[in-house]
């Protein structure tokens, strides 16, 4: 008799909001569900999500699919995250959110990065050497929300132990563990 195929979780946060699908080793499809998390914007530029909302919808689509699946005796060998780049979220030491979550579509931090690239003249050149690619003109990257935290939100840059993507702070609630990669390093588009 053969073990029944192990699962892997997948979770994909999107901007629209998560989407979890339990998928056997042996690559067959089980089961998906998704959840909607709104996005705030005013005319200030800002994009912004409750990253609490986002923790709990991921938690409610997780709990759907596994409770969906009839796959009988099979374990969860593994949990795969994805998300969208270029947002950011800052949390404390134990991973929980300090504000909401800042989308890539957010413009509020341009200004500030700007002002960098005004001042420094070679920090264009470097951020392209160590980036391999140009930074977002319009102020939808990752530096630029965090400028923006630091000049308008200091209580929260202050009180931040980390500026996080997306499928790192998932992977921090769901693990403990802060940690990054390559991806989520380094913009890969």
Same mark, same amino acid.
């Given at each position: 008799?053969?073990?029944?195929? !192990?699962?892997?979780? *997948?979770?994909?946060?999107?901007? +629209?909001?998560? $989407?979890?699908?339990?998928? &056997?080793?042996? @690559?067959?499809?089980?089961?998906?569900?998704?959840?909607?998390?709104?996005?705030?914007?005013?005319?200030?530029?800002?994009?912004?999500?409750?990253?609490?909302?986002?923790?709990? !919808?991921?938690?409610? *689509?997780?709990?759907?699919?596994? +409770?969906?699946? $009839?796959?009988?005796?099979? &374990?969860?060998? @593994?949990?795969?995250?994805?998300?969208?780049?270029?947002?950011?979220?800052?949390?404390?030491?134990?991973?929980?959110?300090?504000?909401?979550?800042?989308?890539?579509?957010?413009?509020?931090?341009?200004?500030?990065?700007?002002?960098?690239?005004?001042?420094?003249?070679?920090?264009?050149?470097?951020?392209?050497?160590?980036?391999?690619?140009?930074?977002?003109?319009?102020?939808?990257?990752?530096?630029?929300?965090?400028?923006?935290?630091?000049?308008?939100?200091?209580?929260?840059?202050?009180?931040?132990?980390?500026?996080?993507?997306?499928?790192?702070?998932?992977?921090?609630?769901?693990?403990?563990?802060?940690?990054?990669?390559?991806?989520?390093?380094?913009?890969?588009?």
């Amino acid at each position: 008799m053969n073990p029944a195929p !192990a699962l892997v979780l *997948a979770i994909d946060l999107g901007s +629209s909001g998560p $989407k979890a699908a339990l998928v &056997r080793s042996d @690559g067959k499809f089980v089961s998906a569900a998704s959840r909607r998390v709104d996005t705030f914007r005013l005319p200030d530029g800002s994009a912004e999500q409750e990253a609490e909302r986002i923790w709990r !919808a991921v938690l409610d *689509a997780a709990v759907q699919v596994m +409770s969906e699946s $009839k796959v009988g005796g099979g &374990r969860v060998a @593994g949990v795969a995250v994805t998300s969208q780049f270029s947002s950011i979220v800052p949390v404390d030491r134990e991973g929980l959110p300090l504000m909401n979550l800042i989308l890539w579509m957010d413009r509020r931090g341009a200004p500030y990065e700007r002002q960098i690239y005004q001042r420094h003249s070679d920090a264009l050149e470097t951020w392209i050497e160590v980036h391999g690619r140009r930074p977002s003109p319009s102020g939808g990257d990752s530096l630029a929300h965090i400028l923006f935290v630091q000049k308008e939100r200091p209580e929260v840059y202050a009180a931040t132990h980390a500026f996080l993507e997306p499928m790192d702070y998932l992977t921090m609630r769901l693990t403990g563990e802060c940690t990054a990669n390559l991806c989520t390093a380094f913009r890969p588009f």
